[in-house]
């Protein structure tokens, strides 16, 4: 993404690839569930909860990708 160099210390490379993998073996499981229940509740084209969920979805993938950048 054209960040540059990044430095990190031992722990905070630590922290950032704890919470990479929070995000994508948790948080990525729970969105997707949130998705697939607002899904089920009919039309999604004026479906606010399913609109939610996939912006949701987005924002945790631009952040996983974001810290697999730095990392």
């Known amino acids: 993404m054209g960040m540059g160099d990044v430095y990190l210390t031992r722990e905070?490379?630590?922290?950032?690839?704890?919470?990479?993998e929070f995000l994508?073996?948790?948080?990525?499981?729970?969105?997707s569930q949130a998705v697939r229940d607002a899904r089920e509740h009919g039309d999604i084209s004026e479906n606010?909860?399913?609109?939610a969920a996939k912006e949701a979805l987005?924002?945790?993938?631009k952040k996983i990708a974001e810290l697999g950048d730095k990392l």
């Open 12 to 20: 905070g490379h630590q922290k950032l690839t704890e919470e990479l």
């Open 48 to 51: 606010a909860e399913y609109d």
């Open 58 to 61: 987005a924002l945790n993938e």
């Open 24 to 31: 994508k073996k948790v948080k990525r499981k729970k969105i």
